[in-house]
């Protein structure tokens, strides 16, 4: 919870506002209204939320190009599944690449200790698994694997790439 005698209340509600500026100036010259849900390349992109992947500069896409769906770690969750399975069958995708990075927060994350202190902190133990993974080539490795066996996305060309965030360079994992 913020208090605004530390005046993270304020710097919120700021940036709030910045940000419903910043719309109001991208929607006087917005001209992708004619884009439709369908990607024009047919690609799906499972990847990290972390905030210095910039997935569509990185992979050479421009608005349209591709469905982009993020989450913490770029984890194959039932969600992200869902997902994927939305854009291959009722949007036409037919490729899938999972992107992961290095210097990813859940990489050697204590799962359980960071359990035990938001527990104590909230006083709830919440049944929420944060995909903490030990290894970034056999994380992406996993991802794609779970896809490509789930029944719905069989027939889905899955790929992994790992983004450096210390070059900007993609690279398939060992």
Not at 95 to 117: F, I, K, S, Y
Not at 121 to 144: K, N, P
């Given at each position: 919870?913020?208090?605004?005698?530390?005046?993270?209340?304020?710097?919120?509600?700021?940036?709030?506002?910045?940000?419903?500026?910043?719309?109001?100036?991208?929607?006087?010259?917005?001209?992708l209204?004619?884009l439709?849900?369908?990607?024009?390349?047919?690609?799906?992109?499972?990847?990290?939320?972390?905030?210095?992947?910039?997935?569509?500069?990185?992979?050479?896409?421009?608005?349209?190009?591709?469905?982009?769906?993020?989450?913490?770690?770029?984890l194959?969750?039932?969600?992200?599944?869902?997902?994927?399975?939305?854009?291959?069958?009722?949007?036409?995708?037919?490729?899938?690449?999972?992107?992961?990075?290095?210097?990813?927060?859940?990489?050697?994350?204590?799962?359980?200790?960071?359990?035990?202190?938001?527990?104590?902190?909230?006083?709830?133990d919440?049944?929420?698994?944060?995909?903490?993974?030990?290894?970034?080539?056999?994380?992406?490795?996993?991802?794609?694997?779970?896809?490509?066996?789930?029944?719905?996305?069989?027939?889905?060309?899955?790929?992994?790439?790992?983004?450096?965030?210390?070059?900007?360079?993609?690279?398939?994992?060992?």
């Amino acid at each position: 919870m913020t208090s605004e005698s530390d005046g993270t209340a304020i710097a919120d509600e700021e940036e709030y506002d910045r940000i419903v500026a910043a719309n109001a100036r991208y929607a006087k010259g917005f001209a992708l209204a004619g884009l439709t849900a369908p990607p024009r390349r047919r690609l799906a992109v499972l990847a990290c939320m972390d905030a210095r992947l910039n997935v569509e500069e990185a992979l050479g896409l421009a608005p349209g190009d591709a469905h982009i769906i993020r989450n913490a770690g770029a984890l194959a969750t039932d969600d992200a599944i869902r997902s994927l399975v939305v854009s291959q069958q009722t949007l036409g995708t037919r490729q899938v690449l999972v992107v992961a990075h290095t210097g990813c927060g859940l990489l050697g994350l204590d799962e359980p200790a960071v359990r035990r202190n938001l527990a104590d902190r909230t006083r709830h133990d919440a049944a929420l698994a944060l995909g903490a993974f030990a290894d970034l080539e056999t994380h992406v490795h996993a991802q794609v694997e779970r896809i490509r066996e789930h029944a719905w996305t069989r027939d889905t060309l899955v790929r992994g790439l790992v983004y450096e965030v210390e070059t900007g360079r993609l690279r398939e994992p060992a």
